[in-house]
Nanobody, 121 residues
Framework: QVQLVESGGGLVQPGGSLRLSCAAS????????MGWYRQAPGKQRELVGL???????NYAESVKGRFTISRENDNNTGYLHMESLKPEDTAVYYC???????????????WGQGTQVTVSS
C-alpha cells in the first residue's frame, strides 16, 4: 500500500502564499501522476491540478496562474505552491497519487488525509 502524508496547511491572509507538501511512502513501484483536490465547506470536491510522470501539468481554471504543482522524483514528494490566495481558496486540500505497487500491478489511486487551508484577514 501507499501512504500519503500532507503538511503545510494553515491560515494565510488574502494575497498571501502557502506551500503544501505530500510525501508518499510504502510499496511504490512507480508513480503515474500526483495531484491535488480540494473541498470547501458545503461544496463538492474539485480537482485542483495534476502533475504527470512526463512532467506535464494541468490546472483548474480557478487556480491557473496562481498555483503550481511540482514533484521531487527522488523522494516521491509532491508540492502545491499557492500564490495570490483568495478567500474562495479556503478548503481542505487532499493529495492524490496514482501509483503502481509492483511491475505487474495496475495503477491505483491513493488519497492523503487532507490539510486545511484558510484564507482570511
Amino acid at each position: 500500500q501507499v501512504q500519503l502524508v500532507e503538511s503545510g496547511g494553515g491560515l494565510v491572509q488574502p494575497g498571501g502564499s502557502l506551500r503544501l507538501s505530500c510525501a508518499a511512502s510504502g510499496t511504490i513501484y512507480s508513480i503515474v501522476f500526483m495531484g491535488w483536490y480540494r473541498q470547501a465547506p458545503g461544496k463538492q470536491r474539485e480537482l485542483v491540478g495534476l502533475h504527470t510522470n512526463a512532467g506535464n501539468t494541468n490546472y483548474a481554471e480557478s487556480v491557473k496562474g496562481r498555483f503550481t504543482i511540482s514533484r521531487e522524483n527522488d523522494n516521491n514528494t509532491g508540492y502545491l505552491h499557492m500564490e495570490s490566495l483568495k478567500p474562495e481558496d479556503t478548503a481542505v486540500y487532499y493529495c492524490i497519487v496514482n501509483a503502481k505497487t509492483s511491475s505487474r500491478a495496475s495503477p491505483d489511486l491513493f488519497w492523503g488525509q487532507g490539510t486545511q487551508v484558510t484564507v482570511s484577514s
